[in-house]
Each structure stands twice: as structure tokens, then as C-alpha cells.
């Protein structure tokens, strides 16, 4: 059974600093990975996707990266902005299945 | 549309009442997932649709959850016999599965609310 988990589950960085957000997962066997934003109330928003042959992908300010073999995914955030405070949450998709499986998610909190 | 809607935004119903909600998808996207987030928790899937068809309903947490597709488009997910622990938000999300691009744009979401 697929398990997600993130680490940490609350993270308060000042403004400027460049952080790393952590995503494990308990099957190798995935169809592909997605890193999604949270606002307070409101529905998530897709930040970036990585296929199963993938190693990473970058947008922006963001890299995420994967390590099937290990059950592992980071994101990468650079240079940190008070917008970026949200919940961050990781979700994978196995290899021939339809069930997303979401992690709890990572609160982060940028101080200005 | 240009993105995901979900209708009602907020639904306050009594225990024992069934309620129905709408999800509209993007235009053209062939798959459609419904999730729940209740308060505190995380995302819970609930079913996934290919088109009109369902092939994993693994999520939905009883028989009183139901959902059904039509047309390739709309679905709408009904609940009977709401119970308290029914409160919840429920998002629906839809993506154009193919090759792998399976990114999931999500909708804002409709706030269950069982008295």
C-alpha cells in the first residue's frame, strides 16, 4: 500500500532564504509525481509534475526532483517570498492505477 | 470554461438529507477525480473517472457515496443519508491523461456542512 510522507510539517524561514522540502513514498512503482500549493480556503494549485522517467523539473523559482529508487522527491525553493507562504502538498500516482495518494503537506510561513 | 468549477461553494444540509455536487471540468480533459479534505486531514481520494467510467471507486468510503459522468464532462457526487462526519470539503479535480502529463487542476471546492 502506497504511503506518503512529508517532512517537515511546518517550516517558518525568513524572507530570502532558500529552502528544501521533503516527499517520501513507500512504492517505487510510480506513474508519476506532483507537487501542489494550498492557500488557506481555497483548492490546490499544480506547481510541477514529474513523470516516472523523469529525474526532475524546474519552474521559476522551483526544482523539484525524483528518486524512485530511494522513494524520494524534493522542492527545491529558492530565494523565499512572503507569496510563497502555503501549504505545500506532494501526491503520486502508482504505475497502472488511478488512486492519487496525497502526503499530509508541509506549512510553510516566509517572514517579511 | 477556462478552469475547474464546483457548485455549490458551501452546502449546509441536516443529518439524513442527501445532497448532490456539481463538479465542472476543463473543457476537453479526460479524467475527473473527486477527493475530500476534511478539517485538519489530508487529501482523501474518493473515485477517479476515465470518461464516462469509473474504473477505481476504491475510495469512496461507503455506500451511501455515489458518483456518476456524462457526456465525457460534467459529474456530480451524491451523498444520502448525510451523516455529521460527512462535513468536509470536497474538491474535484480533472487532467488530460495521456503519456504521463497527468497534471490535475483542481477545482475551488464545495464546504459540506452536516448539522
Request: charged share 20%.
Amino acid at each position: 500500500k502506497q504511503e506518503v510522507t512529508q517532512i517537515p510539517a511546518a517550516l517558518s524561514v525568513p524572507e530570502g532564504e532558500n529552502l528544501v522540502l521533503n516527499c517520501s513514498f513507500t512504492d517505487s512503482a510510480i506513474y508519476n509525481l506532483q507537487w501542489f500549493r494550498q492557500d488557506p480556503g481555497k483548492g490546490l494549485t499544480s506547481l510541477l509534475l514529474i513523470q516516472s522517467s523523469q529525474r526532475e523539473q524546474t519552474s521559476g523559482r522551483l526544482n523539484a526532483s525524483l528518486d524512485k529508487s530511494s522513494g524520494r522527491s524534493t522542492l527545491y525553493i529558492a530565494a523565499s517570498q512572503p507569496g510563497d507562504s502555503a501549504t505545500y502538498l506532494c501526491a503520486v500516482i502508482n504505475t497502472g492505477g488511478f488512486k492519487t495518494i496525497f502526503g499530509a503537506g508541509t506549512r510553510l510561513f516566509v517572514k517579511a | 470554461g477556462a478552469g475547474v468549477s464546483q457548485s455549490p461553494s458551501n452546502k449546509v444540509t441536516e443529518k439524513g438529507k442527501d445532497v448532490e455536487l456539481r463538479c465542472d471540468p476543463i473543457s476537453g480533459h479526460t479524467a475527473l477525480y473527486w477527493y475530500r479534505q476534511s478539517l485538519g486531514q489530508g487529501l482523501e481520494f474518493l473515485i477517479y473517472f476515465q470518461g464516462n467510467s469509473a474504473p477505481d471507486k476504491s475510495g469512496l468510503p461507503s455506500d451511501r457515496f455515489s458518483a456518476e459522468r456524462t457526456g465525457g464532462s460534467v459529474s456530480t457526487l451524491t451523498i444520502q443519508r448525510t451523516q455529521q462526519e460527512d462535513s468536509a470539503v470536497y474538491l474535484c479535480a480533472s487532467s488530460w491523461r495521456m503519456g504521463g502529463t497527468d497534471t490535475q487542476y483542481f477545482g475551488p471546492g464545495t464546504r459540506l456542512t452536516v448539522l
